[in-house]
């Protein structure tokens, strides 16, 4: 596939997805704006670009200091994680794909498919990260709330 990059939102869609840190903000951006004949796996690398599932889901597990004793709950978050970023590259490439002949209907339109897909892979993360935070040491959801950026205030208990 060649082409040129359709800039139309692609910043916006990018930022309103980058909230996502488990999702992998940096590669919805990266897919989003990469050229088009570049297939979606050059979009993985991590040095200067977005880091792959794999890699992410590994490094908040050493972020969160997942003991053995929790495994059993980590797995169900890994799996959603690598489930979420297989269904939102599904959806942003299905959305490159089409952004050469959109108008404007149809871009909102993708942009909504995004969205839900996003919506609902937040939804299964929070349902399997909830147990797991739940068997946290305090010190382990201390850190949990420093890792997805909830710094506890001076003086709060938790």
Same mark, same amino acid.
């Given at each position: 596939?060649?082409?040129?990059?359709?800039?139309?939102? +692609?910043?916006?869609?990018?930022?309103?997805?980058?909230?996502?840190?488990?999702?992998?903000?940096? #590669?919805?951006?990266?897919?989003?704006?990469?050229?088009?004949?570049?297939?979606?796996?050059?979009?993985?690398?991590?040095?200067?670009?977005?880091?792959?599932?794999?890699? #992410?889901?590994?490094?908040?597990?050493?972020?969160?200091?997942?003991?053995?004793?929790?495994?059993?709950?980590?797995? /169900?978050?890994?799996?959603?994680?690598?489930?979420?970023?297989?269904?939102?590259?599904?959806?942003?490439?299905?959305? +490159?794909?089409?952004?050469?002949?959109?108008?404007?209907?149809?871009?909102?339109?993708?942009?909504?498919?995004?969205?839900?897909?996003?919506?609902?892979?937040?939804?299964?993360?929070?349902?399997?990260?909830?147990?797991?935070?739940?068997?946290? +040491? /305090?010190?382990?959801?201390?850190?949990?709330?420093?890792?997805?950026?909830?710094?506890?205030? +001076?003086?709060?208990?938790?």
């Amino acid at each position: 596939m060649t082409g040129t990059i359709n800039t139309r939102g +692609s910043i916006r869609l990018s930022t309103v997805l980058s909230v996502a840190l488990l999702l992998g903000p940096a #590669r919805l951006m990266a897919a989003e704006t990469a050229p088009r004949s570049q297939p979606a796996r050059a979009a993985t690398r991590t040095a200067q670009g977005p880091e792959d599932p794999g890699t #992410r889901i590994q490094r908040l597990h050493n972020q969160l200091q997942i003991t053995p004793e929790q495994e059993a709950l980590w797995t /169900p978050i890994a799996a959603a994680m690598q489930d979420n970023a297989k269904s939102i590259a599904a959806a942003m490439q299905a959305r +490159s794909d089409k952004t050469a002949t959109m108008n404007a209907l149809d871009d909102i339109m993708t942009y909504e498919a995004v969205a839900a897909i996003h919506a609902a892979g937040l939804k299964r993360l929070a349902d399997t990260f909830g147990p797991l935070y739940a068997a946290m +040491s /305090p010190a382990q959801q201390r850190n949990a709330d420093m890792v997805f950026g909830h710094r506890l205030k +001076s003086g709060q208990q938790g």
